[in-house]
């Protein structure tokens, strides 16, 4: 029982035979989505671990605290309540910031570290072994914290066990158990006959949420009249609803209506109810699940808005999930069916926003087309209140556009006047959520427009008004950073990072700036945990190559391009990373091919030209250094530092005067090192004398 395991086996009663056979006292949990949803399955972990986690290392669960109440807030039970922002006070009709798929990641990597740091200090004799049975059956985002779960756990403190029927892996999980050990679980005799009729088989059925894999169960079910099986969905889905959890209406509630005796009814009302869950939270895949079957059981004739709302959400969702033309598809289907303006409205927005932000190629003339058509229909709303707030937001929507098509101060004028007129319209108290964007909105394009001091400005009064909302001092810190206040800039960070789930552009931000002040290990440890969460992230593979170079580690620094390269086969920076560490160890020959290999991609890329003129240098080959050389000026303009070093290669190659030149030119550049330059001057002038 040393590692991660597989096991795989068609009936659920004979894998749970070969989990008790190969496991020591594991947690078996069911992870099928009809039962719970997103997360179906690691809400039952937590409930296992937490209460003892909150009783003997309290800080634990409080630095994990929003990841773990995030997608499970019946958890708050048992530990209290989440910070809450203004997306979570906002009406369901009044958000207007929603999550894609990296948020809901990062929460889930949230709940991964959690588990880890539990299992470190249980300082048991054994792994702590968690079995994740019917995780071929889970919904998306329980498949993925369970690969991530897989990669980064040591199986001698945490082994996990994925235990499936043969069906549908996502592509990560199934990468993430390429070398996991597969074990299958033999077949057993038939199950004992049992006197039960089709009915009583239908009633078994429908009480296991329709998840029992029993052949016997589903065939009663399917025997049994559709108006008898209706009644019984019925009954389970009233005998549910009493405790019912957001993860149960999510999954077992909303079946049961869908396929009880009133769909297009109460299974309408509890689908719709069930996504509207899954939007706020960020639970896309389970948006567009919901969307389409909520769609197909709704007249749009009769539940015209519903059948709008359950599209248009399943559309937005498809985006963060990487499906773009089924997303475009659907809002185009709303214009082929409805005449209603405030439809083409709103899908008229959604259908710019795809061009300006997500379509490849981007296409922001045909956005502003389509945002202007917004923007009119907007503005000729007969409610007041309606046409006010819509043409605020149809502005906003087109200052994005503006700002994408290269008109930053149209965009800026934009956002501020719909900022003047809900200030002028409005109380303080109403649509607070939707106001905060559109002064953040305002920050970033005074930012991008030179106005520093103003966008700090924008960001403290942000952070006032929603201080657990972390982006917001994240773009302060970067302001900060830019003036040289890194203090203030990491106060901001760590801020963050106490106060948000591990985001990692978070903490590569605030290693960089760790970096930059000289705190080298803090630099490391926030790179490294961007690499434990996501090893495929290139800007933490590279910059804490480049942190280990500085410091001497050369055998962690070539450990970390090897495998940057192995993961991004041919990066310029990677390659010139790999040899910068050879020409360190005086490994001539493999640094020239690295710098080589950099250059056949970028023949004007200035750290392999200049480190390539090294190897020459000391290869006895100063005419190619200076070749180099002078390739790197012609790329990035008068440097001090580089003519320096073309001067000493021009010396090498017995022409001083052209040595000189370099050293006098050099000499009239800021930040010049004037002492080695008027000693090579010196040098220079001694050579010619010769």
């Known amino acids: 029982m040393t590692g991660h395991l597989r096991i795989v086996g068609d009936r659920r009663d004979d894998r749970l035979r070969t989990i008790t056979a190969h496991t020591g006292k594991a947690l078996v949990v069911r992870c099928h989505q009809r039962l719970r949803g997103p997360y179906t399955g690691v809400d039952t972990v937590l409930r296992a671990v937490l209460p003892e986690a909150y009783r003997r290392w309290p800080d634990l669960v409080e630095d994990h605290r929003v990841a773990l109440l995030y ?92 235990s499936v029927s043969g069906g549908t892996l996502s592509g990560e999980l199934q990468d993430a158990l390429t070398d996991v050990p597969l074990l299958s679980a033999p077949r057993t005799a038939e199950h004992p006959v049992e006197d039960r009729t089709p009915h009583g088989w239908a009633a078994v059925y429908v009480d296991g949420d329709c998840t029992d894999d029993d052949p016997r169960a589903l065939h009663g079910y399917q025997q049994t009249d559709p108006q008898t099986r209706a009644r019984l969905h019925d009954r389970r889905a009233d005998s549910l609803e009493r405790t019912a959890t957001w993860g149960i209406r999510m999954g077992a509630i909303a079946h049961h209506r869908e396929h009880g005796s009133d769909p297009a009814g109460a299974g309408r009302t509890a689908l719709l109810a069930a996504q509207r869950h899954a939007v706020a939270t960020g639970f896309s895949a389970a948006v567009v699940d919901l969307g389409l079957r909520g769609r197909g059981l709704t007249d749009p004739g009769s539940h015209e808005h519903d059948y709008w709302e359950f599209t248009r959400e399943a559309a937005a969702a498809c985006i963060p999930i990487g499906r773009l033309e089924q997303s475009t598809e659907l809002y185009r289907s709303l214009l082929r069916r409805f005449t209603d303006p405030k439809i083409h409205m709103m899908t008229s927005y959604a259908l710019a926003m795809l061009h300006t932000r997500f379509l490849k190629p981007r296409d922001h003339e045909l956005a502003v087309q389509w945002q202007h058509n917004a923007v009119a229909i907007a503005g000729i709303l007969p409610d007041p209140a309606e046409r006010l707030t819509y043409s605020v937001f149809h502005d906003n929507g087109l200052a994005l556009v503006e700002m994408h098509r290269g008109n930053p101060h149209r965009a800026l004028a934009l956002v501020e006047s719909c900022i003047t007129r809900l200030d002028e319209r409005l109380d303080d108290d109403q649509w607070s959520l939707h106001r905060s964007q559109l002064l953040y909105n305002r920050a970033r394009l005074l930012v991008a427009l030179g106005r520093p001091d103003e966008a700090h400005a924008d960001y403290s009064r942000l952070v006032d008004m929603d201080p657990y909302y972390t982006d917001y001092l994240s773009e302060r810190a970067r302001i900060s950073r830019d003036r040289g206040d890194f203090d203030a800039a990491l106060a901001d960070y760590d801020r963050a990072v106490r106060l948000a789930p591990p985001f990692p552009e ?71 990373l790999k040899g910068t560490v050879l020409l360190q160890r005086e490994r001539f020959d493999g640094a020239l091919a690295a710098f080589d290999g950099a250059l056949e991609r970028d023949r004007r890329y200035p750290a392999a030209l200049i480190n390539r003129a090294v190897v020459h240098f000391r290869q006895s080959r100063p005419e190619l250094a200076v070749a180099d050389l002078t390739a790197a000026l012609e790329a990035v303009g008068d440097d001090p530092d580089i003519l320096l070093n073309r001067g000493i290669a021009h010396l090498a190659g017995d022409r001083p005067d052209l040595a000189l030149q370099d050293f006098d030119q050099a000499l009239t550049l800021p930040d010049a090192d004037t002492t080695e330059l008027q000693e090579q001057r010196r040098l220079c002038t001694a050579a010619g004398t010769r």
Do not use: K
Not at 549 to 569: K, Q, R, S
């Open 71 to 162: 997608g499970m807030p019946e958890m708050a039970h048992l530990i209290g309540p989440p910070p809450r922002t203004l997306a979570d006070e906002a009406p369901y009709e009044e958000r207007t910031r929603f999550f894609g798929a990296g948020w809901v990641r990062c929460m889930s990597q949230g709940v991964v570290g959690f588990l880890l740091e539990f299992a470190r200090r249980i300082h048991s004799e054994t792994a702590f072994e968690i079995v994740f049975e019917e995780a071929d059956a889970a919904e998306a985002t329980t498949q993925e914290l369970i690969a991530l779960l897989l990669r980064r756990a040591d199986p001698r403190r945490l082994r996990v066990v994925v």
């Open 506 to 576: 978070l903490h590569y931000n605030r290693g960089t700036a760790r970096a930059q002040v000289g705190d080298h290990t803090g630099a490391l440890a926030d790179f490294t945990l961007v690499l434990e969460m996501e090893p495929r992230d290139l800007d933490s593979r590279i910059a804490r190559a480049e942190l280990l170079l500085e410091t001497g580690d050369l055998d962690a620094a070539e450990t970390d391009t090897a495998t940057g390269l192995t993961l991004h086969p041919g990066e310029l920076q990677l390659l010139c």
